[in-house]
C-alpha cells in the first residue's frame, strides 16, 4: 500500500543537540512538506518541496534544515538553534500543487530533556 | 495577511448533528478543505470545496460560501469516534505564485453519550 512514513514515532533530544527526523514516501507525489503543530495552534509550515534537489522556507524556518536528494525522502534535521522545539512534527505530499490535498505521515512527537 | 478561524471547542450528543465553522481571510483562493485529526495521528481528508454550494459524503456534509469567506462542516448522527479535532484549511497562492494549504488551529469535538 502506497503512504507516507515517519520514524521515529517518538524522539528525545538533549539541549544543543542537533536531530533528524525521517519522512519518506511511496506515492510518487511530487511536493512534499514539513509542518509544526503545538496546542492551541493551526500546522505552521516549516519548509517545502516541490522537487527533488529543491526546496522552500515556510513560514517558521529558523532553526530547522531539510534536503530533498530523492524524491521519495525529505528528512528534517532540528537544530540546535532552535530555541522551542518541543512539538508535534507533520510530514505531507502532495501531487503537485495540491489540488487534491495533501496525505498525512503519522508525525513525530519530538520532547527536549 | 492570512488568517483562518475556527472555534476552539465544541461538544455534542451521540446522535446528535453538529455544525464546525470556518471563516477564513486569504490572499487569493483554490480551495478548502476539511481534515480530521484524532490525538497524535495524522490528519485524514474529509472533504474539499472549490465552488460555492453543499458537498454531501455520507454522514459528513461541507459547505462553502466564497463571497461570506465561510465554510463549515456538518456531521450527523454522531458516534463516539467522531470525537476528534477537525482542521479547516484554505489552499491559496503563496510565495510567487505556488499553491500551499494554510490551516486553522482546528476544533476538537468531544461527543457524549
Known amino acids: 500500500d502506497g503512504g507516507i512514513t515517519q520514524s521515529p514515532k517518538y524522539l528525545f533530544r538533549k539541549e544543543g543537540q542537533n536531530v533528524t527526523l525521517s519522512c519518506e514516501q511511496n506515492?510518487?507525489?511530487?511536493?512534499m512538506y514539513w509542518y509544526r503543530q503545538d496546542p492551541g495552534q493551526g500546522l505552521r509550515l516549516i519548509y517545502y518541496s516541490q522537487i527533488v534537489n529543491d526546496f522552500q522556507k515556510g513560514d517558521i524556518a529558523e532553526g530547522y534544515s531539510v534536503s530533498r536528494e530523492k524524491k521519495e525522502s525529505f528528512p528534517l534535521t532540528v537544530t540546535s538553534a532552535q530555541k522551542n522545539p518541543t512539538a508535534f512534527y507533520l510530514c505531507?505530499?502532495?501531487?503537485?500543487?495540491?489540488?487534491?490535498?495533501?496525505?498525512f505521515g503519522s508525525g513525530t512527537r519530538l520532547t527536549v530533556v | 495577511g492570512q488568517n483562518i478561524d475556527q472555534p476552539t471547542e465544541m461538544t455534542a450528543t451521540e446522535g446528535a448533528i453538529v455544525q464546525i465553522n470556518c471563516t477564513y481571510q486569504?490572499?487569493?483562493?483554490?480551495?478548502l478543505f476539511w481534515y480530521q485529526q484524532h490525538a497524535g495521528e495524522a490528519p485524514t481528508f474529509l472533504s474539499y470545496?472549490?465552488?460555492?454550494g453543499l458537498e454531501e459524503k455520507g454522514r459528513f456534509s461541507s459547505f462553502l460560501s466564497r463571497s461570506k469567506g465561510y465554510s463549515y462542516l456538518l456531521l450527523k448522527e454522531l458516534q463516539m469516534k467522531d470525537s476528534a479535532s477537525y482542521l479547516c484549511a484554505v489552499r491559496a497562492p503563496r510565495d510567487g505564485g505556488y499553491n500551499k494549504l494554510i490551516f486553522g488551529a482546528g476544533t476538537r469535538l468531544a461527543v457524549h453519550p
Open positions: 505531507a505530499s502532495s501531487i503537485g500543487q495540491g489540488s487534491y490535498g495533501y496525505t
Open positions: 486569504t490572499s487569493g483562493f483554490n480551495g
Open positions: 470545496n472549490v465552488l460555492d
Open positions: 506515492l510518487n507525489h511530487d511536493a
